[in-house]
């Protein structure tokens, strides 16, 4: 491949990118120190007329109605129920959004907590696939760029004969301080 062929996909895919790239590196840096974002809670009691089914389309089809009830949209995320010694709850995440449906010791009362998310806790979100498929697929994007960015620079880097040794001592770095780091953890 031509050098300024490889330069031009380089500096379109890194321009392309830089935005979601930004998002993922901050919010993954600030993560792992526990900077994570808030949540704006509001709790809904729930008189029931028969106490909650413990199946997880049922739950989640109620949740819907209760929900839309409220005018409140659903979340991107996918639901699940987390169950805990004796007890369960039904969750759904999403980007935005997170709702937690529990029971309570009266089992004609139920609680749904609607959490809403903090603009950075949104970011968050997306970063742990909290998001709907269009961001997903937006992801995979970012992940197939980052890796032509990566084989872009190496192909450049190998055409320079000056640039070989550098290169190669870089490569021969990053998988030692790799593996190091992965033995270490």
Do not use: C
Request: glycine share 8%; aromatic share 10%.
């Amino acid at each position: 491949m031509q050098r300024t062929t490889l330069m031009k996909t380089h500096i379109v895919l890194a321009a392309f990118i830089l935005p979601v790239a930004l998002m993922y590196f901050v919010s993954g840096a600030l993560y792992t120190w526990g900077v994570k974002g808030g949540y704006e809670n509001t709790d809904y009691e729930l008189t029931l007329t028969e106490p909650l089914q413990t199946e997880q389309a049922i739950l989640h089809d109620f949740v819907v109605a209760q929900l839309t009830e409220r005018d409140i949209a659903v979340p991107s995320g996918h639901s699940k129920i987390k169950k805990g010694g004796t007890s369960y709850k039904f969750e759904w995440t999403g980007s935005a959004l997170d709702v937690v449906l529990s029971p309570t010791f009266d089992p004609l009362k139920a609680k749904l907590t609607v959490k809403k998310t903090s603009a950075y806790r949104q970011l968050v979100q997306l970063h742990k696939a909290k998001g709907g498929t269009p961001f997903k697929v937006y992801a995979v994007v970012l992940v197939v760029s980052l890796l032509l960015l990566l084989l872009s620079g190496v192909m450049m880097a190998w055409q320079l004969p000056k640039y070989r040794p550098l290169l190669f001592t870089s490569l021969g770095a990053g998988v030692v301080v790799f593996a190091a780091m992965v033995m270490l953890s």
